[in-house]
């Protein structure tokens, strides 16, 4: 994905309902609004990676990422590598971190350490890693912010940031 082509594409979390109600009759409405690229979720109810490759085809969207989670990347990783491949999905993004796992800094660094892991095995297979933030990353600990120190903990050839300009916006 990272090409030097900038790629707009439509975050399937945030009509994550419809999604689940019909996925085809969505994605043909996504696509009828001039959506080109998606940026797939991992959850329970998907279709087959190879049914969604047809859907995503017929539809005349390409799926350029998939948000996946973290308890998802530590226990299924093989699954997430099997379903980029099948769909030609470029990257995983790791979209989220529940509050248990941001507690403090060294939260932060064990994350970033983890991150790298992940990066490295998904590389490996041909896949990128990016790490997707919302607002928590920019509230000050002890002077320090989270985002500063993940970035400078995860190694930067593994994994990419995949900024969400709202919630840096939102942080201040």
Request: some cysteine; proline content about 5%.
């Amino acid at each position: 994905m990272r090409t030097g082509q900038i790629h707009i594409l439509i975050q399937l979390y945030s009509v994550r309902r419809q999604i689940e109600a019909d996925y085809f009759g969505t994605l043909r409405q996504l696509r009828q609004a001039g959506a080109r690229n998606a940026e797939l979720y991992w959850f329970d109810v998907q279709p087959p990676a190879a049914d969604m490759k047809n859907i995503f085809s017929d539809a005349g969207i390409r799926p350029l990422a998939m948000h996946v989670s973290l308890p998802t990347l530590t226990h299924a990783m093989a699954e997430v590598i099997d379903t980029c491949h099948e769909m030609s999905v470029p990257d995983v993004v790791m979209p989220w971190l529940v509050p248990e796992l941001r507690q403090d800094r060294d939260c932060w660094r064990q994350l970033g350490l983890k991150l790298s892991e992940f990066g490295q095995t998904l590389r490996h297979d041909g896949i990128e890693l990016g790490y997707h933030n919302h607002d928590f990353e920019f509230a000050a600990d002890n002077g320090e912010l989270p985002m500063q120190t993940l970035l400078d903990t995860t190694h930067a050839a593994r994994v990419f940031w995949e900024m969400d300009a709202y919630w840096v916006k939102c942080a201040g």
